[in-house]
């Protein structure tokens, strides 16, 4: 075993984990959550993020910071793979091959998270849905792990229904939370992210996922070690 598939624990130290493309931090809380000491990054001020942040270029950060941390998630920006932005011809850069070729080059396990339209472009990716979690959203998102192995909880059927788009959720409904949906308090409850504003909650990963990602990469990685997680 190298150390290049191990989380390196080191008696009162959290193993420390990089966010890239962090946006408001829905994916970093999940992982604080989860025992990581997180710090995420973006090209753009996020005054909202819940951990230590850096405003940088995400793929010229990891390539000189990237093996400094013990675990790496990553969020490319979805507009490439968004069957909205294709039908409206909008042109956005497609960043999940070379944020993979990034990752790799750290030696470092990962994460690389993405939507439905991104799966030909990852490689054996587990799906997460809100109802793994008892939340009241579906969310699919998928997500593609590198020098470690990530297996999905059952995926129950979706058996409530999904309010109409931008219009307010009926009682017994699950909300759908993009565009410029109604209730952004109710969003923040159901996601549990109490602390974004309606731009964080279209983009983001419910804490949830990130949570049960982070215990299990723990978990898988710190047993390799002989060390509890």
């Known amino acids: 075993m190298t150390q290049s598939t191990l989380i390196r624990r080191v008696h009162g130290r959290r193993p420390r984990l990089l966010d890239l493309f962090c946006k408001q931090g829905g994916a970093g809380k999940g992982y604080g959550d989860a025992g990581f000491n ?36 990553a969020s490319p920006p979805c507009q490439f793979y968004s069957d909205t932005q294709r039908l409206t011809g909008n042109a956005h850069p497609a960043l999940i091959a070379p944020t993979r070729a990034a990752l790799e080059a750290t030696g470092r396990p990962y994460v690389i998270e993405n939507v439905r339209g991104a799966v030909p472009h990852l490689i054996a990716p587990a799906l997460l849905c809100g109802s793994m979690f008892a939340l009241e959203t579906y969310r699919h998102r998928y997500f593609e792990t590198g020098r470690w192995t ?50 964080g909650i279209r983009e983001c990963i419910p804490p949830a996922y990130t949570q049960w990602i982070g215990t299990a990469a723990l978990a898988q990685l710190a047993s390799a070690l002989g060390v509890a997680a």
């Open 150 to 199: 990530l297996t999905a909880p059952q995926h129950p059927q979706h058996a409530a229904p999904v309010a109409k788009m931008g219009r307010p959720i009926p009682p017994g409904h699950f909300g759908q939370f993009v565009g410029n949906f109604s209730g952004v308090d109710h969003a923040r409850r159901v996601m549990g992210v109490d602390w974004m504003n309606r731009d």
């Open 38 to 73: 997180v710090t995420g990054v973006d090209t753009e001020p996020q005054p909202r993020y819940p951990h230590k942040f850096v405003q940088a270029d995400a793929l010229a950060f990891v390539r000189e910071h990237g093996a400094d941390f013990d675990f790496i998630h």
